[in-house]
């Protein structure tokens, strides 16, 4: 019935499929029902299009994966995608546009304060967002969450700020120095990181604030340096973070950089080069090796389709890619009619695990809990030779079995 070549995941879909709707009600459900409509807002243009286009690809490719195997009960899913270009008021408009439109669920933003900015939108429209991207620990935290349809598929930055700053403290680097954008990310990231430092009886010795597309840090270096830092904790998108770095080895300061997820952003490591060496970040997905069936799949899968010989900025592109299989999980466990609430309800209580690329997805949801990731799902990567791998080698086994929420 299968060829060896079909994907795992399309037989499973395809199966319940056919549990929920026969073969022949499948072909007829495909010419009579419409497509059904999912939003898509990720920055495809402007600074953040390092990681928002990464996104939309992994969001393209699951789509096509499932509209190959018969879509939701013979209705393909059709992606209305709109471009925010990082800019708050750009995807604003693009929340509200595509709320208009009726689509039944959303997939989106990549920025903290982007995503911030449309919140209400979906919550007050009723239709369910997935955040693939995007790590500011309040977006998940703006409505109580029994009540809220903002779910989130990446690890919030208060969760990646401990897991580095546990690591470092144990390295004895307790005298950290914060670098923070002047962006609601970088704000939020530096709340996290003190936060991290106070669980340790720690506090930053020094903090520099930044505008976006600064070039020279070389001031607040020699402060933070003067103060008496052994370990740079830099929150910034990438730009930023290089500046960081290339002004850390233009002085010769031989301390780490630490820092979130986007430190495996090609915008930092392959832009900063030698001077990104030995950074250290959080990761969800390490790409060095494949891993198992299923991450093995997708990075073959994805670069097939972009004809490409690697996959840069995997992460949101496999956190993106695992979003929409959730987000059809979700509608195959509704009875009854597809409304937003249906399906925000479906998602609290999926009752079928989804084994992702980047994670294994039991019960990821909840009505109390809509962040999918927790600390024991993460991976401490570091930068070789422009190359993001593992900073402890016994994760390389530990990655073959992906990680399921505590």
């Not at 809220?148 to 990646?160: E, G, L, M, V």
């Not at 005298?175 to 939020?188: M, Q, R």
């Not at 008496?228 to 973070?241: I, K, M, T």
């Not at 840069?312 to 956190?319: D, E, K, L, N, S």
Request: proline share 6%.
């Amino acid at each position: 019935m299968f060829s060896p070549r079909t994907p795992l995941i399309q037989r499973g879909l395809r199966l319940l499929g056919a549990v929920l709707l026969s073969g022949a009600a499948i072909g007829a459900a495909a010419q009579t029902a419409p497509p059904i409509r999912v939003g898509v807002i990720a920055p495809l243009s402007g600074p953040s299009a390092d990681f928002g286009v990464p996104m939309l690809n992994g969001i393209q490719l699951a789509v096509a994966e499932i509209n190959a195997a018969g879509g939701y009960l013979g209705r393909p899913l059709e992606l209305l995608v709109k471009d925010d270009a990082a800019n708050p008021e750009q995807g604003r408009k693009a929340a509200d546009e595509l709320a208009a439109q009726q689509v039944m669920a959303m997939i989106a933003f990549c920025n903290t304060g982007v995503a911030a900015k449309s919140l209400d939108v979906f919550q007050e429209h009723k239709i369910p967002l997935i955040i693939p991207c995007a790590t500011g620990t309040q977006l998940t935290a703006r409505y109580p969450a029994p009540e809220s349809y903002i779910f989130r598929t990446s690890a919030k930055d208060a969760i990646q700020s401990r897991f580095v700053i546990d690591d470092i403290v144990k390295r004895g680097w307790t005298k950290v120095a914060v670098f923070a954008d002047a962006t609601p990310y970088g704000e939020s990231g530096l709340k996290d990181v003190a936060a991290a430092l106070a669980s340790h009886q720690l506090s930053p010795v020094y903090v520099a604030r930044f505008p976006l597309g600064v070039k020279d840090v070389t001031a607040e270096l020699k402060a933070a340096r003067d103060a008496g830092a052994n370990a740079v904790f830099s929150y910034s998108l990438g730009p930023e973070s290089v500046a960081i770095a290339q002004g850390r080895q233009a002085l010769g300061w031989k301390v780490p950089q630490v820092g979130a997820w986007a430190l495996s952003f090609p915008a930092y490591v392959d832009v900063a080069k030698e001077a990104a060496d030995n950074t250290l970040m959080a990761q969800t997905f390490i790409v060095e090796q494949r891993g198992n069936e299923r991450r093995a799949a997708f990075l073959n899968g994805y670069m097939r389709k972009y004809k490409l010989k690697s996959v840069p900025a995997a992460i949101p592109a496999a956190q993106a890619y695992d979003s929409t299989y959730l987000l059809l999980y979700g509608m195959f466990g509704v009875r009854g009619s597809l409304s937003g609430p249906a399906l925000k309800a479906s998602l609290e209580n999926l009752r079928t695990v989804y084994y992702g690329a980047v994670a294994t997805y039991d019960r990821p949801f909840s009505s109390s809990d809509k962040d999918a990731f927790t600390a024991n799902m993460l991976l401490l990567g570091t930068v070789k030779g422009g190359v993001v791998t593992y900073a402890y080698p016994e994760d390389v086994k530990r990655n073959v079995f992906a990680q399921r929420k505590l």
